[in-house]
């Protein structure tokens, strides 16, 4: 089964920082970009940050750009999200997945993990 898992989520105060990680398994993930997604209670899930199958591209939402960084290893087949500067806006459930999203077999979004900022 290809699955993807969140972790590394939790609460925090605003200025804060978290680091998340998305392991996948069932299968190698890394000739595929990766994302990370966000959904905030009552909105849409929007795009956070992406990176390229090596590693070597990255791009980030605006409202993250320049407080977030995404990476991978993909000897681990693993995904990371580092957090900085956390604000209130940034308490979500984030997700990762292929980007785009629902490549590479999967069949859903993982179970996400909440990150809570507060103020």
């Known amino acids: 089964q290809v699955q993807l898992v969140e972790s590394g989520g939790g609460l925090v105060q605003a200025g804060g920082s978290l680091r998340l990680s998305c392991a996948a398994s069932?299968?190698?993930?890394?000739?595929?970009?990766m994302g990370w997604f966000r959904q905030a209670p009552g909105k849409e899930r929007e795009f956070v940050a992406a990176?390229?199958?090596?590693?070597?591209?990255?791009n980030y939402a605006d409202s993250v750009k320049g407080r977030f960084t995404i990476s991978r290893d993909n000897a681990k087949n693993t995904v990371y999200l580092q957090m900085t500067s956390l604000k209130p806006d940034d308490t979500a459930v984030y997700y990762c997945?292929?980007?785009?999203?629902?490549?590479?077999?999967?069949?859903?979004w993982g179970q996400g993990t909440q990150v809570t900022v507060s103020s």
């Open positions: 069932g299968r190698t993930f890394s000739s595929y970009a």
């Open positions: 990176i390229s199958w090596s590693g070597g591209s990255t």
């Open positions: 997945n292929t980007n785009p999203p629902l490549l590479a077999g999967l069949s859903s």
